[in-house]
């Protein structure tokens, strides 16, 4: 369906059917059981509202350079050394529960591995959250191999991956979704990085915000 994320559109549809099912109670039910009916009636609406919000999937405009991966808020930006990558430049985001929760390319690429680890559901913006579960992806892109981490925290318990090894990806392709916001990372090889284009609590969106520029 268009502007609903993959897999929201069941989950949205059963709880519309479960408001519509107790709305029909309260009319068919008499006495105080039409209170608990209207009750649950309420209930499921505001569910299926909130379900809307977090499975939207809005059409984006696709960024120059490097594009964000995900929406929220930009909370790390540090030099570190990656064992596959080397010296790189990671950008960490923080997907809040309002967030759009669909993940994106950052660059054209193919997926050269994609492994889930389980682990703990800490939240997702404290150091101790690198022993979450997660998704990690290797993509192969005209400045090398970047990575990809996409980390459930606290509530997000799902990191559902749309994509597989082997797939060959354009910049701003949906990469997956991480059910109920949490954090993502992006690291990138420091050499082929002119500049980066973000800093500490800078809002972006995934796809369209730029969040390193390129050497040419």
Not at 12 to 20: G, V
Not at 102 to 115: E, H
Not at 205 to 216: P, Q, R, V, W
């Amino acid at each position: 369906m268009r502007g609903i994320a993959r897999g929201g559109f069941f989950w949205i549809l059963a709880s519309f059917l479960l408001t519509l099912v107790f709305l029909c109670l309260m009319f068919l039910l008499q006495g105080n059981v039409v209170v608990v009916t209207g009750f649950f009636c309420c209930l499921f609406f505001i569910v299926s509202l909130l379900l809307l919000i977090f499975f939207r999937d809005p059409e984006r405009i696709i960024g120059n350079g490097v594009v964000a991966v995900a929406d929220g808020e930009i909370r790390e930006i540090t030099s570190v050394h990656d064992e596959e990558i080397g010296g790189c430049i990671l950008i960490s985001t923080f997907m809040n529960i309002h967030n759009v929760h669909v993940n994106r390319m950052p660059l054209d690429g193919q997926i050269s591995t994609l492994q889930h680890y389980p682990g703990a559901h800490i939240p997702a913006f404290q150091k101790e959250s690198e022993r979450n579960e997660r998704v990690v992806l290797m993509v192969d892109t005209s400045i090398g191999t970047i990575k990809i981490i996409q980390i459930a925290g606290t509530v997000a318990r799902r990191i559902v991956p749309y994509v597989i090894q082997g797939d060959m990806l354009r910049k701003g392709d949906k990469i997956g979704i991480i059910r109920l916001g949490s954090r993502v990372d992006v690291l990138l090889p420091t050499k082929k990085i002119k500049q980066v284009t973000v800093t500490a609590h800078d809002k972006v969106k995934a796809g369209e915000a730029t969040i390193a520029e390129l050497y040419d």
